[in-house]
């Protein structure tokens, strides 16, 4: 079900467009169901279209006609008609910034300017559901704070937005349910306090090794890490435990693999705000090194 100021976040490929293909009927779902306002998108579609409008990331403007005749298009497929419908394309021209390219035909536009008409469409109808496929693409920030406000006051007008966005200040600003995604599966999900608190006290740590060492998976399995992912010789650890402990774990681990002689003979060893780094003396440097980097999520 869509929630009002919703928001899909993920890194590329994590799945974010597809759901949102699945979302607005352009795709079936391989599995499960899904519905937009009680109507599924499978056996109920053309319900779920009359109630949505979508900005995807793929250009979707018509090339051929000016910027104003894309406006009023769209809102001809949307069955409206007539002069309110014009001076409403003036005022969606307006803050957009697209007045002087009003009569120009898309297709002589910047991708810039083609992605503020695809926005632009948003604006020319009244569906109370809105997919918008990492929108800013290609905004300058100055329109991007533009269209972030216009989405506020859609909002606060009743009107539920659904986002997908790699940049969580997005997120932040205009959803108040966010749900993380990471290779079609959900991380997290909840509003911005509690994706704060579910990040509490969690750290990655990153080893990296000359040659990943014999013995390292089970020894690594007995600090139960929320992740554990290899990457040639390097690991990348997610721990959630505190700090002082997650140094401590980092420590034992070097030390392990490489052996270190007394304490002087490391000639410098950091702890600053959840960064620890250590460098070995000349004499080590020739054998295997590592360097460990915990640092708190954002």
């Known amino acids: 079900m869509i929630l009002a100021g919703s928001s899909r976040c993920g890194p590329n490929g994590a799945g974010k467009t597809t759901t949102l293909r699945v979302l607005t009927t352009v795709v079936r779902p391989t ?4 519905s937009v306002l009680g109507f599924d998108v499978v056996r109920q579609a053309a319900d779920v279209r009359r109630r949505i409008v979508v900005v995807i990331q793929e250009q979707a403007a018509e090339l051929f006609l000016s910027v104003r005749e894309n406006l009023l298009t769209f809102a001809r497929f949307h069955g409206r008609s007539g002069a309110e419908v014009g001076r409403r394309a003036q005022r969606v021209l307006g803050a957009l910034g697209l007045e002087p390219e009003a009569n ?3 297709q002589d536009l910047s991708g810039g300017f083609r992605r503020r008409v695809q ?8 569906t109370p559901v809105v ?3 990492e929108f800013s693409t290609g905004m300058d920030p100055a329109l991007k704070r533009s269209v972030m406000a216009l989405l506020r006051q859609e909002v606060a007008g009743g009107r539920t937005i659904v986002l997908t966005t790699q940049i969580l200040s997005e997120a932040e600003e205009l959803c108040d349910d966010i749900l993380i995604i990471d290779k079609g599966r959900e991380v997290a ?3 911005l306090t509690t994706l704060k608190l579910l990040s509490e ?3 990655e740590v990153m080893l990296s090794f000359d040659r990943l060492p014999e013995g390292l998976a089970p020894v690594l399995q007995q ?7 290899t990457s040639g010789t390097t690991v990348h650890l997610t721990l959630k435990d505190d700090e002082s402990h997650v140094l401590s774990a980092g ?3 070097w030390q392990r693999w490489m052996p270190l002689r007394p304490p002087e003979l490391i000639r410098e060893r950091t702890v600053r705000g959840g960064r620890m780094t250590a460098f070995p003396t000349e004499a080590e440097s020739g054998r295997r090194n590592s360097t460990l980097t915990p640092r708190r999520r954002s």
């Open 251 to 253: 420590v034992l681990l």
């Open 119 to 126: 926005v632009a469409k948003v604006f020319m109808v009244d």
């Open 131 to 133: 997919f918008l496929d």
């Open 223 to 229: 600090y139960h890490a929320l992740r554990v992912e």
């Open 104 to 106: 120009r035909k898309v």
């Open 189 to 191: 999900r909840g509003d």
């Open 201 to 203: 006290r969690v750290y």
């Open 31 to 34: 599995s499960g169901s899904a």
